[in-house]
């Protein structure tokens, strides 16, 4: 009889985006993958979907029935390890599982980024801060991606039966690289760019937290200096609209392209000359992980997740918030604007940097986690095979 898993986040799409290899790493070892989220995708890799009715807000009335079906279906599967993922799926499982737990079936929860965190709202620490604390004890392993957020939870006294901290969901390294300068002068005029202009990517949805109206506000600082800056943003979201107005209002709209949502994001970074974020909080941006690894300098705002992946003046800038941040972010903009050969000696150092997060490492490192977890006669045996596999 196969061992069973469940994964649990709010969308499916999360798994797709994120943890395709980890599904496949369970079923490489014999066992069955079950997922219980929102949609309808078909996923590789996986035994049988639940589509339950979990929603993003806490105040939701579906996410009551979410909650009925989960500790249903975990009732019905006998599931050895339950992981889940996003705050909605992370709270609604963890409750689901108290009474799996008592059979024996383990419980992770990944925290993608704690909304709580230094810098943060009173409002947030008082809203969310108590419940990952209070579920904490619900949570046989407690899996963060940060370093700062690590240093918290082990700090404050989370009472999860292990915390440990992998390198984010990872970053593949195969499929995201730098092209050289004969290949990216080739890109360059099979595209719609010329050769001279200087182009910064920015990828993320049009909300609040990612603030491109930073980004566009910086470049109209300094549209008559770095005339041959191009800023490239892809994504949708309900602010983009605005962003566009914003960009006319200010005078650069021929400077900032809205390329809307892609698919290849992959092939056009390595076109690119280097990205930026301005996004208020990370956990750890897959998207400027994915720009170190095409080998790009990045100018990012300061957050825990862009902290641990920029080292200002070696791969990139941080701008710091509050007064005068447009002025910095413009200053940042223009300095790598006019210079190529420092834009090569950061975008080394980003490659340089990206190694620890590439997929192989953070599947590795799951990987240890999870067969800390099984139970004990199949952690033995799955100990062995991952010991004679590294000798």
Request: proline share 3%; glycine share 10%; with cysteine.
């Amino acid at each position: 009889m196969s061992r069973k898993v469940l994964f649990c986040a709010t969308v499916d799409f999360h798994f797709r985006a994120f943890h395709l290899p980890v599904l496949e790493w369970f079923k490489e070892r014999g066992w069955e993958v079950h997922i219980a989220a929102r949609g309808e995708l078909d996923l590789p890799s996986v035994d049988r979907k639940f589509n339950i009715s979990i929603e993003r807000s806490p105040l939701r009335s579906g996410n009551w029935a979410a909650y009925r079906q989960l500790k249903d279906i975990m009732k019905r599967n006998d599931y050895d390890i339950i992981h889940a993922h996003t705050p909605m799926g992370g709270v609604l499982a963890r409750l689901a599982a108290a009474g799996s737990r008592k059979k024996g079936t383990r419980m992770l929860y990944t925290a993608h980024g704690f909304h709580f965190c230094q810098g943060s709202s009173l409002a947030s620490w008082l809203l969310y801060y108590p419940i990952e604390k209070g579920l904490s004890r619900l949570t046989d392993c407690l899996i963060t991606i940060n370093d700062e957020d690590y240093r918290l939870a082990v700090n404050r006294g989370f009472k999860a039966g292990q915390i440990e901290h992998v390198h984010g969901v990872g970053v593949d390294t195969d499929k995201f690289k730098p092209a050289g300068p004969a290949e990216k002068a080739r890109l360059r005029q099979q595209s719609i760019y010329g050769t001279e202009e200087v182009l910064m990517f920015y990828a993320g949805e049009f909300n609040g937290n990612k603030n491109h109206q930073l980004l566009i506000r910086a470049l109209a600082r300094i549209k008559d200096q770095g005339a041959g800056i191009k800023l490239l943003l892809a994504g949708d979201g309900p602010l983009q609209e605005q962003c566009r107005l914003l960009a006319s209002e200010l005078g650069v709209a021929g400077q900032v392209d809205f390329l809307g949502y892609r698919k290849d994001i992959d092939r056009l970074l390595p076109l690119c000359d280097a990205a930026v974020s301005s996004s208020l909080r990370e956990g750890l941006p897959v998207n400027i992980m994915e720009a170190m690894a095409c080998g790009l300098p990045v100018i990012a705002t300061r957050n825990r997740g862009h902290a641990e992946l920029v080292k200002p003046g070696e791969n990139g800038y941080l701008v710091e918030p509050g007064t005068g941040q447009e002025e910095r972010m413009a200053g940042y903009m223009l300095e790598l604007s006019r210079s190529s050969e420092l834009r090569s000696k950061m975008g080394k150092k980003s490659l340089e940097l990206v190694q620890t997060y590439n997929l192989t490492s953070v599947v590795k490192e799951l990987g240890s986690i999870y067969i800390g977890h099984m139970r004990e006669e199949e952690s033995y045996e799955a100990g062995n095979q991952h010991y004679h596999a590294h000798i």
